[in-house]
């Protein structure tokens, strides 16, 4: 999903290079420590798969590189790391694409917001804060208590745009 041609961190300019990734890689480690969360060797390199991606990768693609890196072929191996790091907000699911891309806020309480897309699949987190309070105050008006919600734009990023133009 991230084999596309633009430049080097068009899709995720919080992640894109490697001195942004191990930051948020450190960010991660503190999180899942303050927590007292194990990040496994597995997880953690679940998450640097993610960070390496510059946008989201389906969770077989996610496999695939942990079995060739000796981390087991099973279905599972992927899926519990997965799983493990959404449930506690180091990595997002992103519906549209069936797919998972790292958290470039993991020591923030946020809700997810993705803009994608829709010809090359790119994937950028947008800092949404007053969407968030907008969704918050929506649900509160009908009596509805809102856990968790994920926004999905969907559009040609600029590079894209550029040509079509």
């Not at 007292?36 to 693609?61: C, D, K, Q």
Request: net charge negative; with cysteine; aromatic share 4%.
């Amino acid at each position: 999903m991230t084999d596309h041609s633009h430049p080097a961190g068009f899709c995720c300019p919080d992640h894109s290079g490697a001195a942004q990734a191990r930051a948020i890689l450190a960010q991660a480690e503190a999180h899942a420590q303050a927590g007292g969360l194990r990040l496994t060797p597995v997880r953690r390199r679940t998450l640097e798969i993610l960070l390496e991606a510059h946008g989201a990768l389906g969770a077989y693609e996610v496999l695939e590189r942990l079995a060739a890196e000796g981390y087991g072929a099973q279905p599972p191996v992927a899926y519990r790391a997965l799983n493990f790091l959404v449930e506690h907000g180091l990595a997002h699911r992103v519906r549209r694409l069936n797919a998972f891309t790292a958290c470039v806020h993991p020591t923030q309480e946020h809700r997810a917001a993705f803009l994608i897309c829709d010809r090359c699949e790119s994937v950028t987190e947008a800092s949404v804060e007053s969407l968030t309070r907008a969704m918050t105050e929506a649900a509160g008006a009908v009596g509805f208590k809102l856990e968790r919600s994920t926004i999905e734009g969907v559009g040609l990023c600029s590079v894209c745009a550029g040509e079509a133009a």
